[in-house]
């Protein structure tokens, strides 16, 4: 399986971020069941989830400090990169 992800460190906090399809922040269960299995891909941190709609604009799912941080941010700036983990 392969992803868009970034690994985050801002302010002392360390935290990924995971790029799925909007549908999956539709549903509060499906979302936390979605970021529970990426967290095996990134022990140890919070991950946060990112959708984006038919213009680009993100939308976040995760801890509430780290949402807040980065509806303040450019996701653009954040380290992105391709994951490629096996099933």
Not at 49 to 68: C, E, F, K, N, W
């Amino acid at each position: 399986m392969k992803f868009q992800g970034a690994v985050v460190k801002e302010q002392g906090v360390t935290f990924a971020v995971v790029v799925v399809k909007k549908y999956v922040l539709s549903v509060r269960s499906k979302a936390q069941e979605v970021a529970q299995s990426f967290s095996r891909v990134f022990p140890g941190v919070p991950v946060i989830l990112m959708a984006q709609d038919s213009r680009g604009v993100p939308t976040y799912r995760g801890r509430r400090d780290i949402v807040r941080f980065l509806a303040n941010i450019d996701f653009r700036r954040l380290p992105w990169k391709e994951y490629t983990v096996s099933a």
